[in-house]
């Protein structure tokens, strides 16, 4: 279990900007607490707030947010592959789990840099 202390939570940051800047995104808001995630509006984190605690990470794509659950992370590793898992999820919002999925979360990791993403029209406002 790793602790929510400031030098944790500006690593991770870092991270999250590195991997946004290789995987073409906007950098999304990151909440590493579940009592963050209930501070959030409902409409926001629907559909996973109450349970976001049972989860590594969890996508609010529409939102552009990001959990990751630090209190059940073990590891840096974990914590490493899971930020990518996340950003994999907010890069190609509907690319579910599978063995594509799973390419694109080692490729992450492995540096690779990926086109940026082009918002379908329906979503631009
Ligand atoms: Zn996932």
Redesign the pocket.
Same mark, same amino acid.
């Given at each position: 279990m790793m602790r929510v202390d400031s030098d944790l939570r500006l690593g991770i940051l870092e991270k999250v900007g590195i991997y946004s800047c290789r995987f073409g995104i906007q950098e999304p808001k990151v909440l590493l607490t579940t009592k963050e995630v209930l501070e959030m509006p409902k409409a926001i984190t629907q559909g996973r707030r109450t349970s976001a605690y049972k989860y590594l990470?969890v996508?609010y794509m529409q939102h552009n947010l990001v959990f990751i659950n630090i209190r059940k992370i073990p590891d840096d590793k974990t914590l490493e592959n899971t930020i990518v #898992?996340?950003l994999v999820?907010m890069r190609f919002p509907y690319l579910s #789990?599978g063995k594509r999925f799973n390419r694109l979360v080692r490729q992450g990791l492995a540096g690779k840099n990926f086109k940026p993403y082009r918002k379908r029209a329906k979503n631009l406002t």
């Open positions: 990470g996508s #898992h996340e999820h #789990h």
